[in-house]
């Protein structure tokens, strides 16, 4: 398999998607609520996208809107564009909505469950296999992992500050993690008493 797993930072990112459909629409909605800057070229503009700030443009445009873009997205039913647009864009990100295979950016399947964000990738294989295995993933994930994974953050932002050897601070991670009592706040909900008892344990390594 050729492609490796990516988180690309797309805050102020500039996007150019052709086409205004569903699948370009959903592709726009995920990109601006990740802060990108976002101009789709077609007929209309849901006005979903207009309140986030999508910018419509004429598919007259195309060649301007590569030069403005970071990535391009192709998601039209019109091949010949989608064909053009793709080789203008040869030295773009370019994500092929119709033909993923032949750009050099995938947009997997993703979800969030609190603070974390999940993607599935199937290597074009099956969709809908994509779709079952969020399914399946979304099930067996619980509130006290999400709160597990502020309370790590929380405890490996402290240990910063008086252990300075990673190891170390790897280890005692794992201890806070195995901690019974801490659990047991955790399995109460109770944050603001777990994050109190990192505390204590931290002061005491001073």
């Not at 192709?74 to 203008?88: H, N, R």
């Not at 092929?96 to 469950?113: C, H, K, M, W, Y």
């Not at 603070?115 to 099930?139: C, H, W, Y």
């Amino acid at each position: 398999m050729d492609w490796t797993s990516i988180y690309l930072k797309t805050s102020n990112l500039n996007v150019f998607i052709l086409g205004t459909g569903e699948v370009a629409t959903r592709r726009a909605n995920k990109f601006l609520d990740h802060g990108a800057n976002v101009k789709l070229a077609g007929d209309t503009l849901a006005n979903e996208l207009k309140d986030k700030g999508a910018i419509l443009c004429s598919t007259g445009e195309v060649d301007e809107l590569v030069l403005w873009s970071d990535l391009v997205v192709l998601a039209s039913g019109d091949k010949q564009l989608s064909d053009y647009v793709s080789e203008i864009a040869h030295d773009k990100l370019i994500n092929r909505a119709d033909l993923p295979q032949e750009g050099n950016v995938i947009v997997p399947t993703s979800f969030d469950i609190g603070d974390v964000e999940i993607s599935i990738f199937t290597n074009g294989k099956s969709p809908l296999m994509a779709r079952q295995l969020r399914k399946k993933i979304q099930s067996i994930i619980s509130d006290e992992d999400i709160l597990e994974i502020e309370l790590q953050d929380y405890a490996r932002l402290k240990l910063k500050d008086v252990i300075s050897n990673q190891k170390d601070r790897r280890d005692y991670l794992y201890e806070i993690f195995e901690n019974e009592e801490i659990n047991e706040y955790i399995s109460a909900g109770k944050i603001d008493e777990a994050k109190n008892y990192i505390d204590n344990l931290i002061r005491g390594l001073v």
